[in-house]
Structures are given as structure tokens and as C-alpha cells.
């Protein structure tokens, strides 16, 4: 079964950078398009950055369009999240699983990321 294991959140200030990476165990990871999903404080998960099996097309909502970058490695089973500029809106946890979201799909305990002064 495909599991996720999402690093790299923490506590930053707004305007600086984190970079997400997520490594996942299984075959899927290779044969599907991947996106990171956020859960703000209150809120419902929904995904913010997604890419394609190759990475040659990737999309964003429009809150982190600009801001954000997703990039994946398949030879490492691993999707990455550059963020810049953040903000305290985009503070909540961060997942990554297939795009879309497969249900009964696991989730993985996922990263968590506070953005304020």
C-alpha cells in the first residue's frame, strides 16, 4: 500500500521560504499525477499544487499561484513544495497524495506550517 511521509514544516515568519518534500513508498508514485493539500486552522483540506506524472504541467489555486512551486524527482518517489513569500493565510498542515484524490487513499501525518510574526 502507497504510504506518504511529508517534511520540512515549521514556524516562519511572513515573506520567507520553506521547501516541503514528500517521499512516498509503493508503485503509484510514478504512474500518477501528485498534489499538495492544505488544512488550514478550521478549515477543510483541499489541494494547493498539483503536477503531472512526467512534471511537465503543474497548476496552483490562485492563493499560492506565483508563490509557490511543486517539482517532483520520480527516480526518488519524492514531490516537493517551494514556498516563498509566505503568509499567515498559508499557515495548516501540509499533505501530499495522488491527484485526485483516490478515496480510502491513505494520508500521511503530513507537515505542519505556522507563518507569523
Known amino acids: 500500500q502507497v504510504q506518504f511521509l511529508e517534511s520540512g514544516g515549521g514556524f516562519v515568519q511572513p515573506g520567507r521560504s520553506l521547501t516541503l518534500s514528500c517521499a512516498t513508498s509503493?508503485?503509484?508514485?510514478?504512474?500518477?499525477?501528485m498534489g499538495w493539500y492544505r488544512q488550514g486552522p478550521g478549515k477543510q483540506r483541499d489541494w494547493v499544487a498539483r503536477?503531472?506524472?512526467?512534471?511537465?504541467?503543474?497548476f496552483y489555486q490562485d492563493s499560492v499561484k506565483g508563490r509557490f512551486t511543486i517539482s517532483r524527482d520520480n527516480a526518488k518517489n519524492t514531490v516537493y513544495l517551494q514556498m516563498n513569500s509566505l503568509k499567515p493565510e498559508d499557515t495548516g498542515v501540509y499533505y501530499c497524495?495522488?491527484?485526485?484524490?483516490?478515496?480510502?487513499?491513505?494520508w500521511g501525518q503530513g507537515t505542519q506550517v505556522i507563518v507569523s510574526s
Open positions: 497524495n495522488l491527484f485526485p484524490y483516490q478515496i480510502g487513499a491513505p
Open positions: 509503493g508503485t503509484v508514485f510514478s504512474i500518477n499525477s
Open positions: 503536477i503531472t506524472r512526467s512534471g511537465s504541467l503543474v
